[in-house]
């Protein structure tokens, strides 16, 4: 996603109107895409080496620099980003669960029966909202 973010400005603008830099869990990825959105928003030129010299650290400059090198293939880099988007989300949205699941069991262990509730229908109410739904 994010080479694909700076190779082509567009895929910044879709990917700022789907996705949070909280979705981004990697720190040295949420990073780069702040930096991307921020330079976005200012109406720069994206330029890979004016990217890296955003960063001091010498292995965040191999890291984009790897990130670049790594493209999608010709015709499909469409279906590449909205592939990502839809993995991010996915990903989200089992972090979420996962933190649930786990506040659930806490609620249980207290015999905290409206808080174990609560959480409850938080939890089917995404579970429910996101069964088979195409995300991008």
């Known amino acids: 996603l994010v080479s694909l973010m700076i190779e082509n400005p567009e895929y ?3 990917a700022e109107e789907k996705l949070n830099i909280e979705d981004f869990h990697s720190a040295k990825i949420k990073e780069i895409v702040e930096v991307l959105f921020e330079k976005r928003s200012k109406g720069e030129v994206n330029k890979v080496d004016k990217l890296i010299s955003k960063f001091q ?6 890291f984009i620099t790897g990130i670049v090198n790594e493209t999608a293939p010709l015709g499909e880099k469409e279906k590449c980003f909205n592939d990502c988007i839809n993995w991010i989300r996915r ?5 979420d669960l996962e933190k649930l699941r786990t506040e659930i ?22 579970v429910k909202n996101n ?6």
Request: no cysteine; glycine share 0%.
């Open 131 to 136: 069964r088979q739904k195409p995300t991008a």
């Open 57 to 62: 650290d010498k292995s965040m400059h191999a």
């Open 12 to 14: 910044i603008d879709l």
């Open 91 to 95: 990903e989200v949205i089992n972090f």
């Open 105 to 126: 069991s806490e609620a249980q262990t207290r015999h905290d029966d409206k808080e174990l509730l609560k959480l409850m229908q938080r939890y089917n109410s995404i």
